[in-house]
């Protein structure tokens, strides 16, 4: 079983059990809208999730949890997605749960972790995330992780009420620090 361990959070193949304390743990954050709100979904829909992660994982997607090294909790997700096996590259995207575990390093952390693996392990060459403009939260992630914001998608997006920016980020293989380096 794939484990990638890092100094605080380890990554790990998702069982059906821990996509199911995924889904009921997640906390939307009203004060800080990030995304949109898929509501009206029931526990059960956490079983078709984990049927559709096996369903394309390792082909298409490789999604593993994020775990607290110290209890083992999950608190979410990371993916590598839509890989272009032909082109080496893919989209990557990322879930905390609960808003406790946020702005605590563990997103930027499974990036890095996630991106060591593209690179180093499965030959990628070009890893690129989108994220909308009031999600700061994953724009301060991308960048510490060395993401390069490549553009904008002005006005791309409706949610919450109104127009939103898309943001373009992609980092190269060749641009890539390890952790083994010294990161600011």
């Avoid at 605080?8 to 990030?34: M, N, P």
């Avoid at 749960?97 to 990628?124: D, H, P, Q």
Wanted: aromatic share 10%.
């Amino acid at each position: 079983m794939l484990k990638l361990v890092g100094s605080d959070i380890y990554l790990s193949v998702l069982e059906k059990e821990h996509c199911r304390q995924v889904w009921e743990g997640f906390e939307y954050d009203f004060e800080a809208k990030t995304e949109p709100l898929h509501m009206g979904h029931s526990v059960c829909k956490s079983e078709s999730w984990f049927d559709e992660i096996q369903k394309v994982q390792g082909e298409k997607h490789i999604r593993l949890g994020i775990f607290l090294n110290n209890d083992d909790t999950v608190i979410g997700d990371v993916a590598l997605q839509d890989i272009d096996w032909k082109n080496r590259s893919c989209s990557i995207g990322l879930g905390i749960t609960k808003k406790e575990f946020r702005s605590k390093g563990y997103g930027t952390e499974a990036v890095i972790i996630m991106l060591e693996y593209g690179f180093n392990n499965i030959g990628l060459e070009r890893i690129f995330a989108n994220t909308l403009e009031q999600n700061k939260g994953a724009q301060k992630a991308l960048e510490k992780s060395g993401f390069i914001l490549e553009g904008r998608e002005r006005k791309a997006v409706y949610f919450a009420g109104q127009r939103w920016d898309r943001l373009n980020y992609a980092i190269l293989r060749e641009d890539f620090i390890p952790t083994n380096k010294k990161r600011e």
